[in-house]
């Protein structure tokens, strides 16, 4: 038994990638390779960048670990 994807069977533009929203305003980008169309109404699993695993480097989110921090 195979299991497919709801969007796929209705036929609907998505992606599978999960949508990263960097806080600072410079970009927002998608985990699935070849994705080029960031829209939000694409992605199911959208995150903001601080919920990276690892961390992300974007100005936002070092002034917020930079405030925790003291």
């Not at 990638?17 to 927002?28: E, I, K, P, Y």
């Not at 480097?57 to 917020?64: F, K, P, W």
Request: aromatic share 8%; net charge negative; charged share 20%.
């Amino acid at each position: 038994m195979s299991m497919e994807c709801a969007f796929c069977a209705g036929g609907l533009d998505h992606c599978h990638g999960t949508l990263v929203v960097h806080l600072d305003g410079g970009f927002t980008e998608c985990s699935e390779d070849g994705c080029v169309d960031f829209d939000f109404a694409r992605h199911a699993p959208t995150i903001d960048c601080f919920d990276v695993d690892g961390g992300c480097t974007c100005a936002v989110v070092e002034a917020r670990q930079l405030l925790r921090a003291s």
